[in-house]
Structure formats: C-alpha cells, structure tokens
C-alpha cells in the first residue's frame, strides 16, 4: 500500500502545482502552456506505474508503463516495420488520393448545383457505413497488403472532407462574389483568388479530421486481413498471445503517429490562413 499511497501524494502535489501554474500570473506564456500539459502527462504515467505496481496488477490485465517503454525500446526494428506498411502505405497513400479526390469533386459540385443536392445526402449516408462492414469487402477486393488499407482510408476520408470543402466554397457572401464581378473576373479566377482562399479554414478543419480518420481506418482494416506486418496485424496477433506490453507499445506509435500527422497539418494551416481571426493573438 505504500506505493499506493506514494501515488496519492503524487496526484495531490500535481494537481496543486497545475492549478497554481494555470491561474498564476504567468498562465498564458508560452513556458506555463507548455509545463501544464507535460505535467499532467507525466503524473498520469508515475501514477500508473504506482498503481500497477502498488496493487500487484498482472501484466496481462495492465502492463506498466516501464514494461511498455522495455517493450518499445527492444522492438524498434519491428515497430517501425509496423509502421511503415499501416501508416507511410495504407494511412497516408488513401489520406491523400481521398482529400485530393474530395476537394476536386467539391469544386465541380459547387459548379453544378444538382451535383451537389445529389452528393450530399449520398455522403451523410457513406459516413454512417460501419467501417467493420465495409472493410472485409474492400480488403477481399483489393488484396491483403496496403492497397486494401488505402482504400478503406479512402471510403472514410472522402465524404468529411467532401462537406468540408463545399461548405468552404459557399462561404463567400453575395457581395464579394459581386464585386469580383464587376472587375470581370470569370467563374475560375472567382474560385481561385476569392473562393478557394475564403474555404481554407474549412478545407484544413477537414484534413484535421481525417487525420484520425485516415489512422483507424488503417488499423482497422488490418484485422480482416493483412501480411505478416502493420500495426493492426501486430495488436491481434499479440492479444492472442497475451503480450499485452506489445499491444500498448503498438498504441504508443499509433499514438504518436496520430499526434505528429495532426500538428502538422495544424502548422501547415496556421502558415497558409495566418490571415484568419482564429490566428491572431
């Protein structure tokens, strides 16, 4: 129990450390914003490792995070093979052929306004597709390997960004679009100096979205079927077995894949609509 107890102190000095620094006079520089979250962070991992270890948890229940860590440390070379097939294949290959297919048929949808009233509904309909169902058919479609995984990433890619975009382009209020009418501006330079610029909040809010999107469809998909490697293959095979300090180890990459992918496409958008009141301190 004194692990246990040693946990408790822990909780308490943290949360009063966090509150002081959160409400402090300093709260809202950099330096505050950046300790906070670590803080908390790692007081969730010391009172994890305690409570385990203080309670006597089995590792096939909860591992501890130093077994996790142990875990990860000793199978780089077969996490990163993991990593490579699920996300720099099968994530990012679909992410990208669903976005750039989505944004392309927003723009010819907002050109046709039937296009876009028949669309729309379709698409409400697809997003609420189980991706359990709809896997199993595309991974016996497109084969076991990555092509399978693009394509499930594509399916549930598309139809988010694809609302995304179109509420982005019908963003633009009457006005505008009237005065790029009275330079004499056509339908194109309309959509590429008016309206595409105006839609980039929305268009990156959906690659925000996606992103996550883009990773469980991925990891998914690989429990119908996958070769020998991926990190859904990995998680399967290795609750099977027991060994549940992979498992976690599998969802730490999952995890910090997921972080990395979204903070860059949320640096990316912050370079291209600096210009937006959301941007501006």
């Known amino acids: 129990m004194l692990l246990v107890s040693l946990a408790l102190v822990l909780w308490a ?8 620094l959160a409400t402090g006079p300093a709260r809202d520089s950099a330096a505050v914003r950046a300790a906070v979250p670590l803080i908390f962070g790692a007081t969730l991992l010391a009172l994890w490792e305690l409570g385990v270890r203080g309670l006597d948890v089995p590792m096939v229940i909860l591992p501890a995070p130093s077994v996790i860590a142990a875990t990860f440390a000793g199978r780089l070379p077969t996490l990163w093979e993991d990593f490579v097939q699920t996300f720099l294949k099968g994530a990012l290959s679909g992410y990208v052929i669903g976005c750039a297919a989505a944004v392309a048929v927003a723009i010819v949808a907002d050109r046709f306004a039937f296009l876009r009233r028949g669309l729309l509904p379709v698409g409400n309909f697809m997003a609420a597709l189980p991706i359990v169902g709809t896997a199993p058919i595309l991974v016996m479609w497109f ?64 690659l925000k979205i996606c992103t996550t999107l883009a990773l469980i469809g991925a990891i998914v998909a690989e429990f119908f079927g996958s070769p020998i490697r991926g990190v859904g293959f990995r998680i399967s095979t290795s609750v099977g077995q027991l060994a549940l300090d992979m498992v976690w180890a599998e969802i730490a990459v999952a995890a910090i894949a997921g972080t990395l992918f979204y903070g860059a496409i949320a640096a990316l958008e912050k370079r291209v609509t600096f210009w937006h009141p959301s941007h501006r301190s």
Do not use: C, E, H
């Not at 694809?162 to 633009?172: F, I, K, P, Q, R």
């Open 13 to 20: 000095g943290a949360w009063w450390m966090n509150a002081r």
């Open 143 to 206: 084969g076991f390997d990555w092509q399978s995984k693009a394509a499930v990433v594509v399916v549930m890619v598309f139809f988010p960004m694809l609302v995304n975009t179109v509420a982005g382009l019908a963003d633009t209020g009457s006005m505008q679009r009237d005065l790029m009418r009275t330079y004499g501006a056509g339908y194109l330079q309309t959509l590429v100096k008016l309206r595409l610029p105006a839609a980039m909040p929305f268009i990156f809010n959906g």
